[in-house]
């Protein structure tokens, strides 16, 4: 069989090369396990939250999952009111502090957040049509904007322009103005807040000039939240505390009063899930909120059929969203535990003078290893070429651990990486020990080669 015999967008799916997956694969082909297979990879490159697993199972294990009644279809394949109501009632309305209650006919279910971004994609997007992120950004959203809707990324490069500073604007409008020129319809802008892959929050300042730059343009603006519950700067003391630039709480765009003053509300929209904030990737689950739009909440409950989540998933999580009580201990403890898996992350970083950007929210942090790239790599490096970053890469595979390379989020300058520290403290400090070995030794024995 030949790649004639498939479709055309099927062959240049074939033709693409996902590095976030590949490195997935690769890792998940020789697990750790600190009993069974301590040799095996640890796995710090998925942002993947392990901390929580005892208390989910404790939480969910009440659920009859061979109920027959979860044998059929279900309520909806856009999710069920029951469900929709949890998520407004017991999530957005109680943590993302909305200027106007969202109800659960404000919002489309997926089988996870990936599935929510494409299937917007598909409603706001014809093929060919481009959706804007800057850099870095999380790499799935290549697989989610291109992969199935076939529209383009539209990169706005910030080179060391800082994207929590205003002055990032015009390079976005730099960006579509390109575009446009080159014959690409640009139809949204797409981002995370917090920020993925820096774990930062976005200023109430700079939200507003993302909705006057999608005014301005007529795009859509949809705000990738899914991290929203995982921040826990609060919960730092010490140096993880002191080294923090600055306290800026997360803000959800549903809370700022007047939107319309600085947007037309139709386009402003929301994702949210509960792989990262209730650490179930594994579950599939996602949301596209849009209070707004009726017609892209109608559009994209037209094609739910085909991201329609299973019956079990839905019953277990109904249990776990029920109770606000059980939310909010669920999401402290969550949260202090991020705290503390962090400040151990950057104290080992620090100890080896390892620069990195200070997170605040998330599973992650960005980590400069450029002092690691040999000297008769520095020039070539300094031009793009990735072969450092890749040895770097494979050096830490090799030695029992991943972690995602910089190209993965679209970066530029070759060396960044991000590292995940939501897995449980005795596998972080060994995957931290593997992966300063890891760097020394690269270092080393290109070195020694000289």
Same mark, same amino acid.
């Given at each position: 069989m030949t790649l004639q015999n498939l479709s055309v967008r099927a062959q240049e799916n074939l033709q693409d090369t996902n590095v976030m997956l590949e490195g997935v694969i690769r890792a998940n082909s020789n697990k750790f396990h600190i009993k069974t297979n301590p040799t095996g990879i640890i796995n710090l490159g998925v942002a993947e939250?392990?901390?929580?697993?005892?208390?989910?199972? !404790?939480?969910?294990?009440?659920?009859?999952?061979?109920?027959?009644?979860?044998?059929?279809?279900?309520?909806?394949?856009?999710?069920?009111?029951?469900?929709?109501?949890?998520? =407004?009632?017991?999530?957005?309305?109680?943590?993302?502090?909305?200027?106007?209650?969202?109800?659960?006919?404000?919002?489309?279910?997926?089988?996870?957040?990936?599935?929510?971004?494409?299937?917007?994609?598909?409603?706001?997007?014809?093929?060919?049509?481009?959706?804007? +992120?800057?850099?870095?950004? /999380?790499?799935?959203?290549?697989?989610? +904007?291109?992969?199935?809707?076939? =529209?383009?990324?539209?990169?706005?490069?910030?080179?060391?322009?800082?994207?929590?500073?205003?002055a990032h604007v015009e390079l976005m409008q730099q960006a579509v103005d390109k575009a446009t020129a080159e014959?690409?319809?640009?139809?949204?802008?797409?981002?995370?807040?917090?920020?993925?892959?820096?774990?930062?929050?976005?200023?109430?300042?700079?939200?507003? !000039?993302?909705?006057?730059?999608?005014?301005?343009?007529?795009?859509? +603006?949809?705000?990738?939240?899914?991290?929203?519950?995982?921040?826990?700067?609060?919960?730092?003391?010490?140096?993880?505390?002191? !080294?923090?630039?600055?306290?800026?709480?997360?803000?959800?765009?549903?809370?700022?009063?007047?939107?319309?003053? /600085?947007?037309?509300? !139709?386009?402003?929209?929301? =994702?949210?899930?509960?792989?990262?904030?209730?650490?179930?990737?594994?579950?599939?689950?996602?949301?596209?909120?849009?209070?707004?739009n009726k017609d892209l909440i109608d559009a994209m409950r037209s094609i739910s059929v085909f991201t329609w989540i299973a019956s079990t998933t839905e019953s277990m999580l109904i249990k776990l969203l029920e109770n606000p009580k059980t939310i909010d201990r669920f999401t402290r403890t969550n949260q202090k535990r991020l705290a503390e898996s962090y400040t151990l992350t950057v104290n080992t970083l620090r100890a080896h003078r390892i620069p990195y950007i200070p997170a605040q929210g998330g599973h992650f942090i960005w980590i400069d290893l450029r002092q690691f790239i040999p000297p008769s790599l520095v020039n070539i490096a300094a031009t793009g070429d990735r072969g450092a970053e890749y040895r770097l890469f494979n050096a830490m595979l090799d030695q029992g651990v991943y972690v995602n390379l910089g190209e993965a989020f679209t970066e530029k300058k070759v060396g960044f990486f991000r590292l995940s520290f939501s897995v449980p403290i005795p596998m972080l400090k060994i995957g931290l020990e593997r992966l300063i070995k890891a760097c020394q030794a690269t270092l080393q024995s290109l070195d020694d080669r000289n």
């Open positions: 939250n392990q901390l929580m697993t005892r208390e989910l199972s !404790e939480i969910m294990a009440p659920v009859n999952t061979v109920d027959p009644k979860l044998f059929g279809y279900g309520d909806s394949p856009s999710g069920s009111k029951l469900l929709r109501r949890h998520f =407004a009632n017991n999530i957005f309305n109680r943590y993302f502090n909305p200027h106007e209650p969202v109800h659960a006919e404000h919002m489309v279910l997926t089988a996870g957040c990936s599935a929510a971004v494409d299937n917007f994609t598909f409603c706001v997007c014809d093929p060919g049509d481009g959706i804007l +992120i800057t850099t870095p950004f /999380y790499g799935g959203f290549n697989t989610d +904007i291109m992969t199935k809707s076939k =529209a383009k990324v539209v990169v706005a490069h910030l080179g060391d322009v800082s994207p929590f500073d205003v014959g690409t319809r640009v139809r949204a802008f797409v981002l995370s807040n917090p920020h993925n892959p820096l774990g930062r929050n976005y200023s109430r300042k700079v939200i507003i !000039e993302f909705l006057k730059f999608a005014s301005k343009n007529r795009l859509h +603006i949809l705000f990738d939240e899914i991290y929203a519950l995982s921040v826990f700067d609060q919960f730092l003391t010490g140096a993880a505390k002191d !080294e923090q630039p600055d306290r800026t709480p997360f803000i959800s765009v549903l809370s700022l009063p007047n939107i319309e003053d /600085y947007c037309p509300r !139709e386009l402003v929209h929301v =994702a949210y899930g509960v792989s990262k904030d209730f650490c179930l990737n594994g579950f599939r689950c996602g949301c596209l909120v849009s209070p707004w």
